[in-house]
């Protein structure tokens, strides 16, 4: 991609040279379907590697806290002055770490630090030139220091804590790489108490809210390149070394680094600098034009980007990591991935979560921002591809298996299909509930009202309720802390009531679990479409609706505002016009399906039809229909088996509905 080239731009030029079926392709490569992110419109690997990592490390939090004493809130971490110096070649790095604290409690006399390495030795703890007693546990990870004066209440004090270690290749294995330091690279994302003394309550409490500014300074070897959080204040070298110091301008829940011996490029952006750190810089200007495009998008969405710098360093590992004003992650990457971690510096930074058990507030929000921006890049279907494809990844969880997003799944091999992919569908679905104009409205406020802190999914529903002036606890409780997702039928019938007027009853049945959801309904007549949005909440919910013409046809969730196992339309619509005026394609049914699936399609106007089935790598592999229809409604069924007739295994898999005209694809999960 040319720098400065629009991304729209660059897909409708793309597509002009395909052929045809080829713009499904270009969509995928666009949306990072294809290429690094794999799976098309479903898993992420750098996400779910991201996702399955921070949940390790914090099931080993959870061994230590059953052992150590409960984090108390005594401390408020202040600041920070780390000088670092890594030895990259012995896997060793020397530091000292100046810390600024508060007391919050009228009588502290110990502060704790969660810092662990297993070679780890301290060589000193002092209080300006007094050397204070300090105790290590190894099993707990944690730094002790008995402080020589008792502080009051809001009193403050000063630390210097130095202290040497090897970061290990056996260490960084068994933290799953959320660090590494050898002669190649070196860097450390989710795991900032691997090289600096962190505030107890990160490793030692369900809140993770306590911020500080600071100033790190890496001295790394000639040659080398080092970036951490904020802006780059000073630079210097020597014969041997280079020191690089970046200091943040806001407080930060966490420090990250990245060093290698880098190449780097940069570009201005907005009054700042967006800078791009790997051995090699070809795509320098492919992430520099993307990053701007998410950066413009998410500062009219949610607040305007104010921060010193956006830095993206390659670490080699199959999964991303978006630290204060510092991206880590494999480069140059996919859209997908990179619209993800940006979003983490408003999910994460401008509002962090308070609890860690409500981890949604970062990661379910960053998923849906990226959808949002593909939405904005690439148009609405481009968010219906993806949304359905994450519905669908979430929707072949077995039953059992299954878990609330509040309290986040920790323990559950499926916490990123729940917290990242079903956690985006809620905020999909609260946009629908409440309107586009409210929904953007609300996400403003709640990034306004609470920059530069943390918060809570009870707060996060103030403002949505206040903002949209409606009741949401109802939507919050079932969408939030139940598991599953509803699934329907329905049926109608119209009856004249008069010279002019008909009356359109409509039943809707909840076959699973019940869920209280108003359902977009839309009502086809000669005259044009009406939309309607009945709250359905019962085992079977009866509506009518006084129409002046006889309806075509009744939809419900056209536009896919709903995460649900299914929408099943049952019986016949009795002394109703046989004839549709719309060409659509409508869910498939049943869906997830074990032997065949149903695919029911309606047509406006005589002409070829292809309906065709892709597998979850955008390749073709069943044409079910490929002819001349004239306008009706039609149906197709597929039994799961390819041209040759081979059977297919278990997966996603998407039937593309074209015309001259309309072009439209629904998903359905094959389970063998």
Known sequence: MEAGQPIKKVMRNLS??????????????????????????????????????????????????????????????RDYDIRVRLHPARHFLEEEAVVVFRSRVPRLSDVDFALYDD??????????????????????????????????????????????????????RSLDYACLLDSNLAFCTYAPFVWYPAPYDYFYSSRVDDRASGTVRLIVPKGYLAVSSGALIDSAATDTTQTFAWSTSNPVVEFNFACAPYAMASRPYAGIALRYYDFDTTGAGYTFTATQSVLDFFSRAFTRYDYEKLAFANQYQPYGYGGYTLVIMPLPGGLSILAHEVAHQWWGHVVGVRFLEEVWLNEGFASYSDALFQEDSLGRQELRYRMDGWASWYLSLPPSEDEPIVPAPWSSNHYYEIVYLKGAWVLHMLRGVVGDSAYFDLMKAYASAYQDSSTTVALFRQVAEQRSGRGLGWFFDEWLFRRGAPRYSYSWEAQRTGNDTFQLTLVVNQLDSLFEMPIQTTIYTPGGAREEWPRVDGLSDTFRFLLSQAPDSVLLDKDNWLLDRGITRVGVEAGTPSLPLTTALYPLHPNPFHGSTNIEYSLAEKGRVRLSVYNISGQLVRELVNKAQAPGRYSASWDGRDREAHRLPSGVYFFRLQTEAFSDMKKAVLVR
Not at 66 to 77: I, K, M, Q, S
Not at 123 to 148: E, K, Q
């Open 16 to 77: 002009r040279s395909l052929p045809a079926g080829g713009l499904l392709l270009c969509l995928l490569i666009a949306s990072g379907a294809l290429g690094e992110e794999g799976g098309l419109f479903g898993q992420d690997p750098g996400l779910k590697g991201e996702a399955e990592g921070m949940r390790r490390m914090v099931l080993r939090r959870a061994e230590r806290m059953r052992l150590a004493r409960p984090d108390t809130g005594e401390v408020d971490f």
């Open 119 to 172: 070679t780890l030795a301290i060589r000193s703890v002092t209080r300006g030139r007094d050397t204070l007693s300090w105790a290590y546990d190894d099993t707990l990870w944690v730094l002790h220091v008995r402080l020589r004066d008792t502080l009051a209440l809001g009193e403050e004090d000063t630390l210097r804590i130095v202290y040497s270690g090897f970061i290990t290749p056996e260490l960084s």
